[in-house]
């Protein structure tokens, strides 16, 4: 077998500090794992709404070959003529045509091997657009001419329905990549057929935040039942992916290991002041 093809994913860039944070450790990351094909996704950079020209450069020269993104790419007016001009950004290939931009990419890692990315829409609570699944099936068998190496870029809500993509597409593409509910999910794993699958990659963005949102808008907005202005959160900023390994020759994944830079703290490192003062109440 020839040497394993080394795909590195990165979840949804989430504000400027996201992207700062992307682009300055994505070489290092490229690096330390040995990624000959890196795919980050792009919707919610610019104050979590879509990317310029600019944010796409910058990831373009941290390393990144394709950027997909998902339905807030189309909230910034400036982004709709990027999508037409640059083929290496996508966004989901099943909203309708008339939108402009690509739903997939072909593109030659420095090795020369060929690597194919779907971008695919969720229906399920996001706007009811064309069938994910007709379209997956069409442009992956596009691609299977090719390539056998394909990464499908899942932007969905709803884990049954990226589950149901994972399945449908089971052993025709090396990985089907959940994104759009910026949580990491725990359920990395290779499906029967030899595709790489995981729920949600996770966001690389603020955690110290609800999705990105800052904690005290996102408070408001569920207690208040009403619209509050959205602030990208500036905390805790990490950058969430997955690394991949695929038998170049079948498309078949060999290892997903998910990635979270820098980790989550499992205990406590400083007890706040209140938090003391609550369990001191407790004890008492
Ligand atoms: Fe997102
Ligand atoms: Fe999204």
Redesign the pocket.
Known sequence: MSEPLNILFIG?I?GLNGLAMVTKFLKSLIEKHDAEAVIV?G??IYDGKALTKKHAEELFAAGAHIITT?N?VWERWETRPLLREERRILRPLNYPRENGGSGYAIFKTAKGTKVGVLNVQGRVFLPPIDDPFKSADWAVGNMLEETPNIIVDMHAEATAEKQAMGFFLDGRVSAVLG??T?VPTADERILPHGTAYISDVG?SGPYDSCVGLRTDIAIKRFMLGTPHKYETATGDVKIAGVILQVDRETGHALSIERIIFPEFEKTAVVVKEEVQAEVTLIEG
């Open positions: 949804d989430v996704n919707e919610n998902g807030h994104t759009h910026h966001m």
